[in-house]
């Protein structure tokens, strides 16, 4: 077996629609050991011979610890369902892509000994068929991609919210025995994306902030200051009755 060089953008290659195997012979099998081979070394759950410059309609699969898998002439025979991901490609490193895609699949092809077989696939394994099949097309990710933004630069920042990150509201009571007081709702972040098993508790990084048009909480106390001022039966202060201080206690 051998490593071979991975194709990437823009490699014009990438963009040629691979021709149909007619014979599953001992070149066909080879071709797929050292795709296996290729895949394996660069991190990736599939590749298509388009990638190693054979335009030949042939793919490799291995989902995670699972055995690595030929298939040979693939074809989507059905399509159900959309769902939004973020993908990545051995052929475009370093960028992943918001990019919509099959829920479940139904494919068909013939494995290295040249017998049919037919998959229902879900998740991972339906995402990689779609991929994979594209680039026997000359389709890339990016071809999916509704607006050039959707495409980022790995490590890159981004100002949507992680999907583990958690928006809640703190209601701090200042009422006493005396009199009614008064609540303040503070939003806040937890930003459990950023929690590693060495994390501590103070690395949650509340995020105490006001919401729009309402009265700012002044207080040295960092835990408030910054909050959101309510009267005392809990609406919101009205920004258009002009701005106040309050001081937390």
Same mark, same amino acid.
């Given at each position: ?24 012979? @001992? &070149?066909?099998r /080879? +071709?797929?050991?050292?795709?296996? $081979? #290729? ?9 298509a011979?388009n ?26 025979t059905?399509?159900?369902?959309e ?6 490609c ?24 040249g017998?049919k ?18 680039h026997l ?8 991609? @509704? &607006?050039?933004? /959707? +495409?980022?630069k790995l490590?890159? $920042? #981004? ?17 006493n025995e ?13 930003s ?9 508790r103070s ?6 902030s ?13 835990a ?26």
């Amino acid at each position: 077996m051998a490593i071979l060089q991975i194709r990437t953008v823009p490699d014009p290659i990438l963009r040629k629609k691979a021709r149909p195997i007619r014979t599953v012979d @001992e &070149a066909v099998r /080879k +071709l797929a050991r050292d795709m296996i $081979e #290729t895949m394996q070394e660069a991190g990736g759950v599939g590749l298509a011979a388009n990638q190693v410059g054979i335009l030949k309609r042939l793919i490799v699969l291995q989902m995670p610890e699972e055995d690595p898998q030929t298939w040979v002439n693939p074809e989507i025979t059905r399509r159900e369902g959309e769902r939004e991901i973020e993908e990545g490609c051995l052929s475009v490193p370093g960028y992943v892509g918001l990019i919509t895609r099959s829920v479940r699949v139904k494919a068909r092809a013939l494995d290295e000994h040249g017998s049919k077989f037919r998959v229902t696939a879900e998740e991972l394994l339906a995402q990689a068929i779609e991929h994979e099949v594209d680039h026997l097309n000359g389709i890339l990710y990016m071809d999916h991609l @509704e &607006a050039h933004e /959707k +495409l980022r630069k790995l490590g890159e $920042e #981004t100002d949507e919210p992680h999907m583990h990150d958690v928006d809640y509201e703190v209601h701090a009571d200042h009422s006493n025995e005396d009199d009614d007081g008064q609540v303040e709702v503070l939003t806040a972040r937890a930003s459990l994306s950023q929690v590693r098993s060495e994390s501590l508790r103070s690395d949650l990084s509340y995020n105490l902030s006001t919401g729009a048009g309402r009265t700012r909480v002044h207080s040295d106390d960092p835990a408030i200051n910054g909050g959101v001022l309510l009267d005392k039966d809990g609406r919101s202060s009205n920004s258009n009755e002009g701005e106040r201080e309050s001081h937390g206690h």
